[in-house]
Protein backbone atom coordinates (compact mmCIF):
# COMPACT_ATOMS: atom_id res chain seq x y z
CA UNK A 1 0.00 0.00 0.00
CA UNK A 2 1.32 3.38 -1.03
CA UNK A 3 0.28 6.44 1.30
CA UNK A 4 1.15 9.69 0.29
CA UNK A 5 1.96 12.78 2.04
CA UNK A 6 1.87 16.48 1.30
CA UNK A 7 1.47 19.85 2.54
CA UNK A 8 4.71 20.76 4.26
CA UNK A 9 6.97 23.88 3.68
CA UNK A 10 8.50 26.89 5.49
CA UNK A 11 6.73 28.88 8.13
CA UNK A 12 7.16 30.85 10.34
CA UNK A 13 6.95 30.50 13.93
CA UNK A 14 3.84 31.05 15.41
CA UNK A 15 2.51 29.81 12.09
CA UNK A 16 0.18 27.44 11.38
CA UNK A 17 0.15 24.62 8.53
CA UNK A 18 -1.97 21.21 7.36
CA UNK A 19 -0.53 18.11 6.07
CA UNK A 20 -2.90 15.16 4.55
CA UNK A 21 -1.99 11.80 4.01
CA UNK A 22 -3.72 9.47 1.31
CA UNK A 23 -3.81 5.64 0.68
CA UNK A 24 -3.17 5.29 -3.38
CA UNK A 25 -6.17 3.21 -4.77
CA UNK A 26 -7.69 2.68 -1.56
CA UNK A 27 -9.90 3.65 1.22
CA UNK A 28 -8.61 3.50 5.14
CA UNK A 29 -10.97 0.86 6.27
CA UNK A 30 -10.36 -0.08 9.80
CA UNK A 31 -6.82 0.79 9.33
CA UNK A 32 -5.37 3.32 12.19
CA UNK A 33 -3.25 6.06 10.48
CA UNK A 34 -0.48 8.53 12.46
CA UNK A 35 1.97 10.34 11.72
CA UNK A 36 5.93 10.47 12.89
CA UNK A 37 8.45 12.79 12.08
CA UNK A 38 12.03 12.90 12.52
CA UNK A 39 14.25 16.03 13.24
CA UNK A 40 17.90 16.65 11.98
CA UNK A 41 20.32 14.30 14.52
CA UNK A 42 17.17 12.91 16.10
CA UNK A 43 15.46 9.83 15.90
CA UNK A 44 11.73 9.37 14.62
CA UNK A 45 9.19 10.04 17.23
CA UNK A 46 5.14 9.78 17.58
CA UNK A 47 3.41 13.14 16.54
CA UNK A 48 0.05 11.61 16.60
CA UNK A 49 -2.75 8.92 15.15
CA UNK A 50 -5.83 8.45 14.50
CA UNK A 51 -8.47 5.20 14.16
CA UNK A 52 -9.99 5.99 10.44
CA UNK A 53 -13.36 3.79 11.52
CA UNK A 54 -14.15 6.42 13.65
CA UNK A 55 -12.11 9.09 14.01
CA UNK A 56 -10.51 8.83 17.65
CA UNK A 57 -7.12 10.31 18.15
CA UNK A 58 -4.07 10.00 20.30
CA UNK A 59 -1.54 12.33 20.78
CA UNK A 60 2.22 12.99 21.92
CA UNK A 61 2.06 14.14 24.96
CA UNK A 62 4.36 17.41 24.13
CA UNK A 63 2.17 17.84 21.23
CA UNK A 64 -1.12 17.75 22.92
CA UNK A 65 -3.25 21.15 21.95
CA UNK A 66 -1.37 22.63 19.62
CA UNK A 67 -1.27 19.45 16.72
CA UNK A 68 -5.03 18.63 15.97
CA UNK A 69 -5.77 15.56 13.39
CA UNK A 70 -9.21 14.13 11.93
CA UNK A 71 -10.54 12.44 8.85
CA UNK A 72 -11.47 13.92 5.47
CA UNK A 73 -14.19 12.22 4.84
CA UNK A 74 -14.85 13.67 1.50
CA UNK A 75 -11.44 12.75 0.17
CA UNK A 76 -10.50 10.52 1.85
CA UNK A 77 -7.53 11.44 3.61
CA UNK A 78 -6.09 12.12 7.06
CA UNK A 79 -5.24 15.90 8.07
CA UNK A 80 -2.63 16.56 10.57
CA UNK A 81 -3.67 20.47 11.42
CA UNK A 82 -0.48 22.12 13.28
CA UNK A 83 -0.52 25.33 14.70
CA UNK A 84 1.42 27.55 16.66
CA UNK A 85 4.88 26.23 15.45
CA UNK A 86 7.67 26.20 16.58
CA UNK A 87 11.62 25.86 15.21
CA UNK A 88 11.49 22.80 16.94
CA UNK A 89 8.55 21.14 15.46
CA UNK A 90 11.18 21.61 12.16
CA UNK A 91 11.47 18.15 10.90
CA UNK A 92 10.34 15.35 8.18
CA UNK A 93 6.78 13.93 8.93
CA UNK A 94 6.03 10.51 7.83
CA UNK A 95 2.37 9.28 7.55
CA UNK A 96 2.12 5.87 7.98
CA UNK A 97 -0.77 2.73 8.29
CA UNK A 98 -1.29 0.23 10.87
CA UNK A 99 -3.21 -2.36 8.55
CA UNK A 100 -4.28 -4.58 11.47
CA UNK A 101 -4.65 -2.68 14.85
CA UNK A 102 -5.80 -3.82 18.09
CA UNK A 103 -9.90 -2.68 18.65
CA UNK A 104 -9.61 -1.40 21.76
CA UNK A 105 -6.75 0.98 21.48
CA UNK A 106 -4.15 2.70 19.07
CA UNK A 107 -0.46 1.84 19.16
CA UNK A 108 2.06 4.40 19.12
CA UNK A 109 5.18 2.62 18.76
CA UNK A 110 6.18 2.60 14.99
CA UNK A 111 7.37 -1.10 14.87
CA UNK A 112 3.36 -1.34 14.86
CA UNK A 113 3.41 1.00 11.55
CA UNK A 114 3.37 -1.46 8.20
CA UNK A 115 2.55 1.19 5.12
CA UNK A 116 5.31 4.50 4.95
CA UNK A 117 4.78 7.00 3.13
CA UNK A 118 7.81 9.54 1.50
CA UNK A 119 7.59 11.85 3.96
CA UNK A 120 7.12 15.56 3.98
CA UNK A 121 9.53 18.79 5.19
CA UNK A 122 8.38 21.34 7.27
CA UNK A 123 10.89 23.77 8.04
CA UNK A 124 9.60 26.34 11.08
CA UNK A 125 11.35 29.85 11.44
CA UNK A 126 12.11 31.93 14.36
Known amino acids: VQLQACGGGLVQAGGSLRLSCAAS????????VGWFRQAPGKQREFVSAIRWSNGAAVYSDSLKGRFNMFRDNAKNTVVLQMNSLKPEDTAIYYC????????????????????WGQGTQVTVSS
Open 25 to 32: GRAFGNWV
Open 96 to 115: AADIDPPSLFIIKEEAKYDS
